[in-house]
């Protein structure tokens, strides 16, 4: 069910853990730039609520996309040089079940031109609870930089999410995601170095 009236969204990070050095210039994520117009509109409250863009926020968050749907986006932070691209596609494998594919790329004019891409999917399994769900998806990393070849980079990372909603007298009165972002990833830079990447523990809620 989706929210009627939205009042208010809180989100924030608890953890950020892991990684360091490059691997936070490159691919550090809850910051400044993301996917998603409303997602970028309410930050890391996103993590509560549910689109295509929620491969990047929650995977969970993809059990809120109803059948077949396509999108393509681009933006800019604020008339910045820096860039967001996504394209995806979603659809339904069972009744219970939403998945995801997409293709991102952020470009931040702040670090050398730095090109991020991802190619990744997502999927999100609808609990017997209404309005409950737990997600996961993968993406494949790359980064280059025409000003830095140092910062070309490659590697995998995955994404795991759960979501929930509590009911008084059978409407939804507040919504509850959590995200952990980057669990386990690792890149390797043009130097053979292997890095892992900073991992986030973000939370948010939404009241109506």
Known sequence: MRLRGTLAWVGFSLVSMGGSGEAWAVFERGGALGFGTRAMGLGGAWVAGGDLSSLYWNP???????????????GSLFGSKDQAV???WSFAPSEKTRAVLQA??????GVGGLGERSLGGGVALRLP????AVGAGARILSSGSKASPTLRASGLAM???AQGEWRWKGDSFLRWGAA???AAGRVTWRS???????????LGTAAS
Request: proline letters at 4%; a positive charge; glycine letters at 14%.
């Open 192 to 202: 053979g170095y292997r890095q892992r990447l900073p991992t986030r523990l973000s």
């Open 159 to 161: 994404d795991l999410g």
């Open 86 to 88: 996504m394209t995806g």
């Open 104 to 109: 991102q790329m952020l470009s931040r004019a």
């Open 180 to 182: 952990l972002q980057d």
């Open 129 to 132: 609870k209404p309005g409950w």
């Open 60 to 74: 969970a968050g993809l059990q809120r996309v109803e059948g077949s749907e396509a999108s393509l986006e681009w």
